[in-house]
Each structure stands twice: as C-alpha cells, then as structure tokens.
C-alpha cells in the first residue's frame, strides 16, 4: 500500500494569508465609517493593530487596498450574478426573458452578502457616495458587466417602450436596488418603530420589491409618442 506524504502548511503562508485578512476586515470598518477620502492607510493599521509598513507591504497604495476589499467581497457575487444572466437568457430562447426570473437572477447574488455581513451596506454606501474617481473606477470595473448586460435583457422584455419610458422605468427599478441594497438603514430611520427582520422577512420583502418593480416596469407604455 502506497502512502501519500503528508502536505504540511506554509506557516508564514498562513500567517501572511490572515495578516491580509485582519488589514481587509479593518479597511471594510474604517471605510465604512469615513469612506475612501476620510481614510489612510495609516488609520487602517491602526485599526488593525498592526505598523503602517505592514499595510503597505501587503498592498502599496489605499487604491490597490479598497480595490481588494471591494472584490473579496462583490467578485464573486458579480460573477455569480454573470452565470445566472446568461441562464435566464439561455432559458428564454431568444424571446422576451421572464421578468420575474431576470431581477432575481440580477439581485439575488448581491442581496447574500447583505444577508450574510449586513456591516458591509455601510461600507458599500459610504464608498460609492464618494466623489473621488478612483473609487468610480473600481466600481465601474467590478459592477458594470453584468449591470449592461441586465439593462439589455431587461429591455427586451417590455419592447413596448419608448427608449425614453425605457430610462424612466429603468430609473425606477435601479433606484428601488440601490435602496434595498445600501440604503436601507436611512430608510429606517423615517419609521417610527424600531423592526427586526428575521431571515424569513428579508425573502419575503425581496419577493414583495420584484414584484412591485414587475408591475411597474411591465405595464403598457403610458408616455404619448414622442415624450
């Protein structure tokens, strides 16, 4: 009988892999508490108890350490959110996709990871509110493949439309993501009692927000010709 060797552990592999982890982690908190021009590289290793000469072997530059937390996080989900486009449009056969199938298949995989680190919303709003290009840049790079291939499959399933009632609809259902996604604790504030949403809740509130956007965005053109 032939035994196989055993693999052993790099342990300054190890000990690199979680170090990256620990300044990853502190950089999701300390953007999501000042955004990207509040912070500095500094203030993450602070946050993370470590030297700045630390985070800056690891990453060299806050641009290059946002763009790594960024795509540890929303990577996988936008390549997830990629294979479940390219289904539904396999699946509708060169006709009009479902709608219903189409948003989930868009929102799902970014609505996990609401579901799984709720902390991250802030970061996200906090990041995308801000004015600086380089963080326009990361997000354009991370999120717009699969955001211009949902717009062009949504499209196609109300060809009624004006391009212009397109834009208009297209607004709404993007402002009713962006909300649900990252803005969801502003939204809180304007009711008066505190809610607990179990995860139950959350599924349910998904389906209610499809389906409100289904009526909206499937009904019959309403703007005149020309509008």
Not at 2 to 20: C, H, L, V, Y
Not at 207 to 223: D, G, K, N, R
Request: hydrophobic share 40%; net charge neutral; charged share 25%.
């Amino acid at each position: 009988m032939t035994i196989a060797p055993k693999t052993t552990r790099n342990p300054k592999q190890t000990k690199g892999d979680k170090s990256e982890a620990a300044f990853l982690d502190a950089a999701e908190s300390e953007f999501a508490e000042k955004g990207y021009s509040g912070s500095s590289m500094r203030s993450v290793a602070d946050k993370a108890n470590a030297n700045l000469g630390a985070i800056h072997y690891y990453f060299g530059s806050k641009e290059v350490l946002v763009r790594r937390m960024l795509e540890r996080v929303l990577r996988p989900a936008a390549l997830e959110c990629m294979e479940k486009l390219r289904a539904c449009e396999r699946k509708s056969n060169n006709t009009a996709p479902d709608f219903h199938l189409l948003l989930k298949a868009y929102i799902e995989p970014m609505y996990a990871i609401h579901k799984i680190n709720p902390t991250f919303d802030k970061t996200v709003l906090r990041i995308i509110d801000d004015p600086a290009p380089q963080v326009r840049k990361l997000f354009s790079q991370l999120l717009d493949e699969h955001t211009f291939y949902f717009a062009g499959l949504l499209r196609r399933c109300n060809p009624q439309l004006s391009i212009k009632e397109y834009y208009w609809r297209l607004n709404s259902i993007y402002g009713s993501l962006v909300s649900l996604l990252t803005r969801r604790s502003e939204l809180m504030a304007l009711i008066d009692e505190e809610i607990e949403f179990s995860a139950e809740d959350e599924d349910q509130g998904l389906e209610l927000v499809i389906q409100s956007l289904y009526q909206l965005y499937m009904a019959p053109p309403v703007l005149k010709e020309g509008l």
